[in-house]
């Protein structure tokens, strides 16, 4: 493809990964894992470089007053980075994705269909301050055959900058194109990377409410991903005690700032005097900040929740709690306020359960369990890309499958469309093989 | 859900058909079959006033002067309408696209995921004058256990009218919501409609390119279709003529308003003197116009191809053609040209062959056999749904998996995170039941 030298050096860019990921998509399984292998290599080899960079942008960071949370995210230590590249070997050896042949089927004497797993073509990812982050996207995109620009955080520009030459220099060594994996450092290249519709083909953006919602907002290319995590857990008249309290304490102390973690605790009117008073003692020793419905503050101490609770991902030590006087209601709640990501239910009784995993319109409905679960490691994919919340296919967490596609082949010997049509039309056979 | 009274009709109707959804989803495969087979019963009695309600906009139409083709699409005969209602009792014996189990693993000793299938929730259709095509899409979306927000062509308002009313009442004799089925009659609702991202999960547009790309950039709901079919077919060093003119004729002329149609034939130089003349002559009797690059020029009778033509969808009789030289510059030429739907190589080169279904990124990529296969009753998906040029699945022709998504349910006994965290972690089984 010829570029004309108006075009921008981003464009130039996303043209030269879009050519790399067509090369890369054509590899095989082991020149895929060699490549992954390479990475590994050279990162271990360069880990005092490495790791004095991210000195750098620690340094930097602290001098202008960085949150300490941020700080831990940005702090790329000896074991961190061991750890990651641990991981990196670790997708060497995952399953190869591609070139799985999901349909297989005669259309009529020598005309086959084939259905074959094969790589989307370039990714855009944006995350932000963990410098791992990096090394972690890479070496799944290289396992899926797709190439990648990447957006860093602000302030990890010198570790990404370092991370990607390393592994930039590994790949020039094997038939993977250095080209495959890009870097971007300023902040005006994501406006421009959203609107490269005819070289970017999925853009996963990680960070907070408000910047996935922009992405979602000014972009044509598919988004994978979540806004809001605003997740219920419903505790059904027929729920067992011994259950519901260790699980609403998991669900949310267990990682308040999950996307997974609860928001809004609903409570079955037969069953709440009986069980709020412990669920807020227990709650209350790990210092959750409750606000209740009416009901709920004639029932236990706390603050009153208003409208605007049962739309609110706290990310934090604080549950809203509202008393139901149906499984109906539970469900209509969670279906107008939650974020079509993970609900739970409480429940002895069967049929509610199935009910309610039934009616909840979400990627995760549980049935007495933490709502914490709803992750790519613990559903045993290996490798997390990220959970989405839309309804379209690949929904909740996704892992490595949400990077490939398909398309279909068709091998034929001559075979034309007008012998199947109008008057005398052959049949087709469509005998899966 | 509470709807406030400040919001429009619309509004309304949408959200009501959300909640016909949730429950059409939650019924078992015999109620929705049941449904579809009142939807045929019931149109089959009124026959007569849908065939009066049709005249009418036939009438109307050809008072204003409507073009022949879009005549004949608008007229509802008795065998058209026949046949449309035996192809909803096609549908109803269709298997069940819902309730699949794609991954059944249990994560712990009782803790058991299961990914299901189930339905998006609400489509919303626009499609142009064909009335029987909201015949069809009714069909479709009661067997996906969707409801749907249904816009025709302004010529076909009154028999869509009836239509929808035919199957509201037969809805109304069997457990499935008439609410299920909606009909929007003005233009106005169309922009309105983009804008129900919490209500709407997929929009389906049909109709000319310009209108589907309207749509695709004016809504955040997925969109499933496509814009343009720029279509290719390349003619390889080592193709073979007596297929390579067949093949050549039937993808351009079979059926030239088709997506599916090639639009380009890219030829090796190395034949190009050899198939040019006799190709130029078995198109030259089907009646296609011929636009060819420089050294076509010199080889055949043709107007000039301009750099326009190679991203012109001409969805008629016209051809353009360019020599190129290599099986690269071909796959190079339709990655840069084509629109990502079908293209085909015509050779018997298998391993040239098997780079060009490699590497050109296309939903179909075919092999001495006619693009005009691209089709899903041709693939064996039973009802077509549309074709998707998106990378993401669903991509190609797409038949009732399309109108279907999944959920994760999670069954524990009282399972919480904190379990499998930190120090004395316990580990997952992760085994695949």
Redesign the interface.
């Known amino acids: 493809?010829v570029i004309s030298p108006s075009l921008s050096a981003l464009h130039t860019l996303a043209h030269n990964a879009r050519q790399a990921a067509?090369h890369l998509?054509?590899l095989n399984t082991a020149e895929r894992n060699q490549a992954i292998a390479a990475i590994a290599d050279g990162l271990t080899a360069a880990m005092p470089e490495i790791l004095a960079a991210n000195q750098e942008d620690c340094a930097a960071a602290e001098a202008m007053g960085i949150a300490k949370p941020l700080y831990n995210r940005l702090l790329l230590g000896e074991s961190k980075l061991k750890s990651t590249i641990a991981g990196v070997k670790d997708v060497e050896h995952l399953p190869d994705p591609l070139g799985q042949v999901t349909l297989h089927?005669q259309?009529d004497e020598g005309?086959v269909?084939k259905r074959v797993g094969?790589p989307?073509?370039v990714l855009g990812v944006i995350f932000e301050a963990r410098p791992e982050a990096l090394i972690q996207i890479s070496s799944l995109a290289i396992k899926s055959g797709n190439a990648v620009i990447l957006k860093g955080g602000r302030e990890a520009t010198r570790s990404c900058q370092v991370l990607t030459e390393v592994i930039q220099t590994a790949l020039a060594k094997t038939v993977v194109s250095p080209e495959a994996i890009n870097l971007l450092t300023t902040r005006e290249e994501i406006r421009e990377l959203l609107g490269l519709n005819q070289y970017v083909?999925?853009i996963i953006p990680r960070g907070s409410n408000e910047f996935v919602q922009y992405i979602?907002?000014n972009t044509?290319i598919?988004v994978l991903g979540h806004a809001d995590g605003i997740c219920h857990l419903y505790l059904d008249a027929q729920a067992?005690l011994?259950?519901a309290i260790?699980?609403t304490?998991?669900?949310k102390t267990?990682?308040p700032a999950a996307c997974n973690a609860i928001e809004t605790l609903l409570v079955h009117q037969a069953i709440a005097a009986e069980f709020l008073p412990p669920l807020a003692q227990a709650l209350g020793e790990k210092g959750v900040s409750l606000r209740g419905d009416s009901g709920t503050q004639k029932l236990i101490d706390c603050e009153p929740a208003t409208e605007a609770d049962w739309c609110t991902e706290y990310s934090d030590l604080i549950l809203s709690i509202k008393i139901v006087d149906s499984l109906e209601a539970a469900i209509?709640h969670i279906?107008?306020y939650g974020s079509k990501h993970t609900d739970g239910i409480i429940s002895e009784d069967l049929t509610a359960?199935e009910?309610f995993?039934?009616?909840v319109?979400?990627?995760?409905?549980?049935?007495?369990?933490?709502t914490?679960?709803?992750d790519g490691f613990?559903?045993?994919f290996g490798a997390e890309v990220g959970i989405s919340t839309?309804?379209?296919?690949p929904?909740?967490?996704v892992g490595l499958e949400g990077l490939v596609?398909?398309?279909?082949?068709?091998?034929?010997?001559?075979?034309?469309?007008?012998t199947?049509?109008g008057q005398g039309a052959k049949a087709?056979t469509?005998l899966d093989l």
Chains 1, 2 share one sequence.
Request: proline share 5%; net charge positive.
């Open positions: 493809m067509l998509g054509s089927r259309l005309l269909l094969c989307l073509g083909d999925l979602q907002q044509q598919p067992d011994s259950k260790p699980i304490v998991d669900a267990q990682y209509d279906n107008q359960a009910q995993c039934q009616r319109d979400s990627a995760g409905v549980y049935h007495n369990c933490s914490r679960f709803a613990r559903y045993g839309q309804k379209m296919p929904r909740g967490p596609t398909y398309k279909y082949q068709l091998w034929g010997h001559g075979h034309i469309a007008a199947y049509t087709f469509h």
